[in-house]
């Protein structure tokens, strides 16, 4: 499956390098490329682990750069969307949660980055279910293997996390033009809290 989305994956690495080198340790592709295989929609997936915060320029001139290797789904027949979630090891090793993220880019964020605005680093509940997954499925693409990067998160952060996921959907409003996806993740939390493992959203469902 990689093999697919191999030159993208080479392109949007060598951005990474590029800005992040010397304080770059690891970088793991996770997600669907990995485990279960790319719908035409799905995103690549990108953990990356630095050892220091990143200034503002760093920040700025990744995220730019980054911007012109993803495409929103369905637009490109070249590109797929790009998701990179940058953590620091500290702040993720020794494991405590709710864990600090360093930096995420996506297409959502496509509008918001041209217009000169750029998300700052912040505590994210999703950090404990995106390394649970890295950690059970992932390809180190530099540095060493998530498992013997991360340490595991505790069965009760993992819950704890999806149980905050359920919150984000409170009325129809919440969840209005993205059903599909909503029902999709409902079908992963459902799945996670039977088996205490994450799956792929269509496996789950």
């Known amino acids: ?19 992040l080198e ?14 279960g295989g790319l719908k035409p929609h799905s995103d690549i997936d990108l953990l990356v682990t630095v050892t220091v ?17 993803s495409a929103s789904p369905g637009e490109s027949e070249i590109l797929r969307a790009v998701e990179v ?3 620091v090891h500290d702040d993720i ?3 405590r949660y709710p864990a600090k993220r360093e930096l995420q880019f996506g297409e959502w964020q496509r509008n918001d980055i041209l217009a000169g605005i750029f998300e700052p680093a912040t505590i994210d509940i999703d950090l404990a279910i995106l390394l649970t997954k890295a950690r059970e ?22 819950f704890e996390a999806l149980n905050e996921t359920l919150t984000l959907w409170n009325s ?3 969840w209005a033009g993205d059903e599909r996806n909503v029902v999709l993740t409902l079908s992963r939390i459902w799945y996670s809290a039977v088996t205490g493992k994450i799956a792929p959203k269509d496996v789950a469902a």
Not at 9 to 19: A, F, W, Y
Not at 22 to 35: E, K
Not at 53 to 69: K, S
Not at 137 to 158: C, I, T
């Open 1 to 19: 499956m990689i093999a697919e989305v191999s030159t993208q994956l080479s392109e949007v690495v060598g951005v990474i390098e590029r800005h």
């Open 22 to 35: 010397p304080t770059l340790l690891a970088v793991h592709l996770y997600g669907s490329a990995v485990d």
């Open 53 to 69: 915060r990143l200034d503002e320029t760093t920040r700025r001139a990744l995220i730019n750069d980054l911007l012109e290797t």
């Open 85 to 87: 979630t940058i953590v």
């Open 93 to 95: 090793i020794p494991w």
């Open 137 to 158: 499925h992932s390809v180190a693409l530099v540095g060493p293997a998530a498992e013997e990067l991360f340490d595991p998160v505790p069965e009760q952060d993992l």
């Open 172 to 174: 129809p409003p919440d």
